[in-house]
């Protein structure tokens, strides 16, 4: 392998200060904060592609929500207290009810961390214990994505 990152086309970008509550006390970003800032480039992603907030979307949808089932993260570089970041989130890969998101953060142009999440579309569903199903992806939905620069 080179180390090289494998290709990544952002679908959405977007600058991100790191502050002090996101760090452990040597002022390092604390490792479950990255994962918060790729969750809330999730919603922005959905956001963004749909022109809608997410509590519309759902409403409009008939979707709980869209739960985290996978998650994986690859930490290159250290991220700190102050540091000016940019957050990039590619375009969802959809399964049938699930959807994969490529995320990374970079500081200077390098990549500090590189994560993965994989979702579940989530629907009520009464009939069966916890009151949710998992339901496929609606093609309305995946067609904002596709197509895009």
């Known amino acids: 392998m080179s180390g090289e990152a494998p290709a990544f086309t952002a679908f959405l ?5 790191i502050e002090w509550g996101h760090c452990d006390p ?3 970003v604390y490792a479950p904060r990255f994962l918060e800032m790729f969750g809330e480039s999730t919603i922005m992603l959905f956001e963004q592609a749909l022109g809608v907030r997410k509590r519309d979307m759902l409403k ?3 979707v709980v929500g869209f739960p985290m089932v996978d998650v994986s993260a690859r930490f290159m570089r250290p991220a700190a207290y102050g540091d000016n970041v940019v957050l990039e989130a590619a375009a969802p ?4 009810s699930s ?5 990374r953060l970079l500081k200077d142009g390098h990549v500090c961390v590189e994560g993965i999440e994989k979702r ?7 009939t069966r214990p ?3 199903r998992a339901e496929r992806v609606p093609d309305a939905i995946r067609a ?3 197509h895009r620069d």
């Open 99 to 103: 959807f994969t998101i490529a995320h």
């Open 130 to 132: 916890g009151g949710l």
């Open 93 to 96: 890969a959809f399964g049938n």
């Open 26 to 28: 040597a002022g390092i």
């Open 60 to 62: 409009a949808q008939g």
């Open 13 to 17: 970008s977007r600058p991100y200060r």
């Open 120 to 126: 579940v579309w989530t629907v009520a569903d009464a």
């Open 144 to 146: 904002m994505f596709e």
